[in-house]
């Protein structure tokens, strides 16, 4: 079974830094062909933040690109977001998902398989 739990959540001032982490178990990321970073907002659906195909290949929601950068460590089989010079506009629940079911590695969600609970992230001015 395939679970992933995110932590690293909380709360920050706009400018301020965070990182969150998501820890899978039941699969392994360096046989996972994507991973990504979604967020939503009250009120609002769900978007694609960044993803990350094989080891290397990143992509960002223009909205965070310069601020907010995708890796993964595929010993300790953990995707982490790095969060930098935060707004108020990036309060969101945050989600990880892992393995795209279309042959390509997109931000849609639709196309993720695996989910992890989220992790709330409040940005204050």
């Known amino acids: 079974q395939v679970q992933l739990v995110e932590s690293g959540g909380g709360s920050a001032q706009a400018g301020g830094s965070l990182r969150l982490s998501c820890t899978v178990s039941?699969?392994?990321?360096?046989?996972?062909?994507?991973v990504a970073w979604f967020r939503q907002a009250p009120g609002q659906e769900r978007e694609g933040v960044a993803r990350l195909a094989g080891d290397a290949m990143t992509d960002y929601a223009d909205f965070v690109k310069g601020r907010f950068t995708i890796s993964k460590d595929n010993g300790k089989n953990t995707l982490y977001l790095e969060m930098n010079s935060l707004k108020v506009e990036d309060t969101a629940m945050y989600y990880c998902?892992?393995?795209?079911?279309?042959?390509?590695?997109?931000?849609?969600?639709?196309?993720?398989?695996?989910w992890g609970q989220g992790t709330q992230v409040n940005v204050s001015s």
């Open positions: 039941g699969n392994t990321l360096s046989s996972t062909n994507c």
């Open positions: 998902a892992i393995e795209s079911v279309v042959p390509l590695c997109t931000l849609i969600p639709v196309d993720f398989h695996y």
